[in-house]
C-alpha cells in the first residue's frame, strides 16, 4: 500500500517551461482540504455600442487567466522529526515564491519565481500572486508555533486538465453491490429481475446450494458468473415425506424441475440432486 501523497511546491523558470535545475522544493505539512480554481476571461467594455437595445458591445481582448486557491497549515508542535521552535521558519519557504528574482530575460528587471502546486495527479503552474499568513498559538517567551499561509496562483491562461487512459476504475472486492433475496424468491427470479438468463452460471460463481428456495436476506452478487456450462449440487426438497433421492433436471428457459423421475405425488416429497445442464 502506498503512502500519502503530500502537496509540493516546486520552482520552475520563470516561462514555466520546465522545473528549475537548482530550484526550491517544498513539501507541505499537512494537505490542504480543498482547492479552488477560478478561470475568467479578460473583456473590454469599448466606448460606444448600441445603447438604445443595452448592448455595449463587449469584447474578449485577453487569452484569459486560470488561478488557483488553497490554504496550507504549519505546526512545529505536530513536528515528528527536525522540531524548530518557531513556525516562521517553515513558512519562509513558501514565502520565497513570492520573493521576486532577476529575471531570467532581463537581468535588469525583477520578476516572481514560476511555481508548480503539484499533488497526486493535480498540477498547477504560474506564479504566486498573492499569499497571507496568519499566525498563533504562541509559546510563552512569544514564538508562534503554529501558521495558516493562504495562496493565490495565477497564470494568464485557461487552464485544461490533462488525463491518461479512461479513467474507469477497476472493481475491487467488497466495492460491487449485493442483492439481497426475498421471503420465498428463487435464484432464476433474481436474475431475471435484474434482466440476466444465466442464473444458473450466477447460482455457481456464488455457491447457492438451493436456487429454488433462498434464505430470506441471502445476498446474491447477480454480476458473478463462472460461463455457460456451469453446475453446481442441491438438495431439492418439495415437503412432506422422503421419498427414495433421484435425479432431476432444471429447465433453464422454462424453470421446471421434471417430475418423470421423481417418485413424489402432489403433497408427497422428493429429493434429488440438482445439475445444472
Known amino acids: 500500500m502506498t503512502g500519502l501523497a503530500r502537496a509540493q511546491l ?3 523558470k520563470q ?3 520546465d522545473v528549475k535545475a537548482d530550484g526550491q522544493s517544498v513539501e507541505v505539512q499537512f494537505n490542504p482540504e480543498s482547492l479552488k480554481v477560478t478561470f475568467a476571461n479578460e473583456i473590454k467594455q469599448p466606448e ?3 445603447q438604445s437595445s443595452g448592448n455595449a458591445g463587449r469584447q474578449f481582448v485577453g487569452a484569459g487567466t486560470t488561478k488557483l486557491a488553497l490554504a496550507l497549515w504549519f505546526d512545529v508542535t505536530a513536528m515528528e522529526k527536525d522540531a524548530v521552535d518557531d513556525v516562521r521558519r517553515l513558512t519562509q519557504k513558501v514565502i520565497f515564491f513570492m520573493t521576486p528574482q532577476p529575471s531570467e530575460a532581463d537581468k535588469k528587471k525583477m520578476a516572481p519565481p514560476g511555481v508548480r502546486f503539484l499533488w497526486g495527479s493535480f498540477k498547477f503552474d504560474g506564479i504566486v500572486e498573492g499569499l497571507e499568513e496568519t499566525l498563533d498559538f504562541f509559546s510563552p517567551d512569544g514564538k508562534p508555533l503554529r501558521a495558516n499561509v493562504t495562496l493565490t496562483l495565477s497564470q494568464q491562461k485557461i487552464l485544461v486538465a490533462e488525463f491518461k487512459g479512461d479513467g474507469k ?3 475491487l472486492p467488497g466495492q460491487k453491490p449485493l442483492k ?3 421471503q420465498n424468491q428463487s435464484l432464476q ?3 431475471a429481475g435484474a434482466g440476466k438468463n444465466d442464473w444458473q452460471s450466477i447460482g455457481a460463481a456464488n455457491g447457492i446450494e ?3 428456495r433462498m434464505a430470506p436476506g441471502q445476498l446474491v452478487d447477480l454480476d458473478a458468473s463462472l460461463g455457460a456450462g456451469a453446475s453446481f449440487g442441491a438438495d431439492v426438497s418439495l415437503g412432506g415425506t422422503a421419498s427414495p433421492s433421484a435425479g432431476a433436471t432444471l429447465a433453464g428457459g422454462a424453470g421446471v424441475v ?3 423421475s421423481f417418485n413424489a405425488a402432489l403433497g408427497g416429497a422428493a429429493s434429488a440432486s440438482l445439475r445444472i445442464a
Request: glycine share 8%.
Open 180 to 182: 439481497s433475496a426475498k
Open 189 to 191: 427470479n433474481m436474475a
Open 169 to 171: 476504475v477497476p472493481d
Open 15 to 17: 516561462d514555466f517551461s
Open 48 to 50: 460606444g455600442g448600441d
Open 210 to 212: 438451493d436456487p429454488l
Open 10 to 12: 516546486i520552482e520552475l
Open 258 to 260: 421434471s417430475a418423470a
